[in-house]
């Protein structure tokens, strides 16, 4: 499962340039905390349903990845025979021998579901906090000179403790 998250900080959708849907749709730009659960989009209708772009299936799959876990059996087969062999709702009821409607409703579970876990757990908002403050701290520490390295370390410091400390602030209490 690690491995995967090396993707998540080098793409787009990650940087906040462009995080479409649902809980993280505002992660990057709002300091940390989302506007809006994952919703369906202009595409819900369609076999893809609320995700039909590749910065949601993209979203949705690290969703996936860090709360799988979590899913009943079901809605985790479902979820991912839809990502990761791109299934049709006909190809994946014919497959777990139920109807395409079931399949359908395994999946709108699945990702409320998905929604609901990162809204209450927020892993990859943090994670998004963590490659936000790692490449900070590198870009302080790689235009560190030896007029600016006091600040420089400040910085860094201030940003790996910001990790460290889970990106909340001390309250004192």
Same mark, same amino acid.
């Given at each position: !499962?690690?491995?995967r998250f090396h993707l998540v900080y080098d793409c787009q959708v990650c940087k906040g340039d462009r995080l479409d849907s649902g809980v993280v749709s505002s992660v990057a730009k709002s300091g940390g905390k989302p506007k809006a659960p994952l919703a369906a989009g202009p595409e819900a209708g369609s076999s893809y349903g609320a995700y039909a772009s590749p910065e949601r299936v993209h979203e949705l799959s690290v969703l996936r990845d860090l709360y799988e876990g979590l899913l009943p059996p079901r809605q985790r087969e479902v979820i991912a025979m839809k990502l990761d062999e791109d299934l049709s709702l006909a190809e !994946?009821? *014919?497959r777990l021998g139920?109807? +395409?409607? =079931?399949? *359908?409703? =395994?999946?709108? +579970?699945a990702k409320k579901a998905l929604s609901q876990f990162e809204r209450k757990l927020g892993l990859f908002r943090r994670l998004l906090h963590e490659g936000k403050c790692v490449g900070e701290a590198i870009a302080a520490l790689s235009a560190m000179t030896r007029e600016n390295w006091a600040e420089s370390r400040e910085i860094a410091l201030k940003l790996l403790k910001s990790v460290r400390d889970g990106g909340e602030e001390q309250s004192g209490v």
């Amino acid at each position: !499962m690690t491995a995967r998250f090396h993707l998540v900080y080098d793409c787009q959708v990650c940087k906040g340039d462009r995080l479409d849907s649902g809980v993280v749709s505002s992660v990057a730009k709002s300091g940390g905390k989302p506007k809006a659960p994952l919703a369906a989009g202009p595409e819900a209708g369609s076999s893809y349903g609320a995700y039909a772009s590749p910065e949601r299936v993209h979203e949705l799959s690290v969703l996936r990845d860090l709360y799988e876990g979590l899913l009943p059996p079901r809605q985790r087969e479902v979820i991912a025979m839809k990502l990761d062999e791109d299934l049709s709702l006909a190809e !994946m009821a *014919e497959r777990l021998g139920v109807s +395409r409607q =079931a399949c *359908e409703d =395994a999946l709108k +579970r699945a990702k409320k579901a998905l929604s609901q876990f990162e809204r209450k757990l927020g892993l990859f908002r943090r994670l998004l906090h963590e490659g936000k403050c790692v490449g900070e701290a590198i870009a302080a520490l790689s235009a560190m000179t030896r007029e600016n390295w006091a600040e420089s370390r400040e910085i860094a410091l201030k940003l790996l403790k910001s990790v460290r400390d889970g990106g909340e602030e001390q309250s004192g209490v």
